[in-house]
């Protein structure tokens, strides 16, 4: 399906799969995948998504930019990934519009942290999913 490494256009990718063009987490409706996006722009937010200084983990923050995240949507998405018999597939953005395939994760467990103020400037609390590549 993909390639680890190799970059796609992500308008490319919704062509193939559909699903929500500007989410951090896309949910096709018609496959059994989910996509998850990360961009520097998050940052803005307050996600800090990456790899663990061991390399073990990839660290990827749920979604909602107002008030505590909670489990709905995408986030519910990756957390029930395996029950429904979805795959997790994560890209990093290289630049605008493209993104390096990183690979097939799992979901293997969560935690909540401490956000940055929300868009109407409220402390928040943020769902951090801990992300394993599968096969590892």
């Not at 999913?129 to 590892?136: C, I, M, Q, T, Y």
């Amino acid at each position: 399906m993909f390639v680890p490494g190799q970059e796609y256009r992500r308008e490319d990718i919704h062509r193939l799969f559909g699903g929500q063009r500007q989410a951090g987490i896309v949910t096709p409706r018609d496959h059994p995948v989910v996509l998850l996006f990360v961009s520097p722009t998050g940052e803005v937010y307050g996600y800090r998504d990456g790899w663990s200084d061991d390399g073990r983990w990839y660290f990827y923050t749920g979604e909602g930019q107002k008030g505590d995240m909670t489990f709905a949507h995408g986030n519910r998405a990756i957390l029930r990934h395996r029950e429904q018999g979805r795959e997790l597939h994560l890209f990093e953005r290289t630049r605008p519009g493209v993104y390096r395939y990183v690979g097939r994760m799992e979901c293997d467990g969560y935690e909540f942290r401490p956000g940055v103020p929300d868009r109407t400037g409220r402390p928040r609390t943020v769902i951090v999913f801990r992300l394993r590549p599968v096969g590892s």
